[in-house]
């Protein structure tokens, strides 16, 4: 009996591969370092992680370092912190110092409701991310990371499994650069902390960082009243939030300011400090009660 399989089934599984791998977009990146406000020790680890991509011929053949690492042509980061740290933006920006695209691998085009099908999607990704020769970025990536399930009690636990196996399979064999960002980072499965390059920690900005998020998210054309005590001020009530609470803070600002005397509006203080007050309630309760 041949074994052969049949060229239809052969041009079927193809055809489905392409198929896959369409879901995956490959995105022209619109940042890079210098658009970034973290402080020195951060941005001086994510250069050290660019040098070992630029320079990896030199570390690892001239060098050596393939002697002590065989699975050097792996390049995986884990940027890891609180929600609106600028993990997201770091991942992009490492595809633009690079001159590549990024996939942003998003957990809802991973996950399937059909068993077996989150594997496929997983080597799909990967594959697009080769050919494209582009970043490819999971966030959201505890839910894909998470340490594996030791007691199966139904089918969808043993999918789980297995397509977490799949994922240490093609990060092993992958020769690209593959960057994870989460919330949630002590989720992982330590057999996927082992295999990430640098873990690379997004904290919220101290009191210069919120200043420069400020005047970086306040754009040139937009109208605003504010002396120098009320920067201040802007500052000082920002402890504790991120650079993405900032933004927000600043939308919605633009907004009730436009809401009272729309193309004559100027922003003021008072603006800015409603729309912190509300970014907080929101923190605070948003998902809080129950």
Known sequence: MSTTQPHSSL????????????????????????????????????????????HHRLLYEEFGLREIDPYGG????????????????AAESIAGELGMGIIRANYAEIESKFVGETPKNIKAAFAKA???NAVLFFDEADSILGKRLSSITQSTDH????????????????????????NLASNYDAAFT??????????????????????????????????EGDWSRLVATTEGLAGGDILSAVLY??????????????????????????GKQA?????KAG
């Open 283 to 287: 923190k605070r309760e948003v998902g």
């Open 130 to 132: 080769e050919d494209a």
């Open 74 to 89: 792996r390049t995986a980061i884990n940027f890891y912190g609180p929600p609106g740290t600028g993990k997201s933006m």
């Open 11 to 54: 041009a079927g599984a193809a055809t489905d591969a392409v198929h896959r791998q369409a879901l995956f977009e490959v995105e022209t990146p619109q940042r890079k370092l210098a658009d970034l406000v973290l402080d020195e020790d951060t941005l001086a680890h994510i250069r050290a992680l660019l040098t070992k991509i630029r």
């Open 194 to 227: 082992r295999r990430i390059l640098g873990h690379i920690a997004m904290p919220l900005p101290d009191e210069a960082a919120r200043l420069r998020l400020w005047r970086r998210h306040i754009p040139n054309r937009l109208p605003v009243q504010l002396t």
């Open 159 to 182: 999918a789980v499994n297995v397509s977490r196996s799949v994922m240490l399979l093609e990060l092993d064999h992958f020769s690209g650069v593959v960057v994870f960002a989460t």
């Open 253 to 278: 600002a633009a907004s009730l300011a436009v809401e009272r005397h729309g193309a004559l509006a100027i922003v003021n203080l008072d603006d800015f400090l409603m729309a912190v007050k509300a």
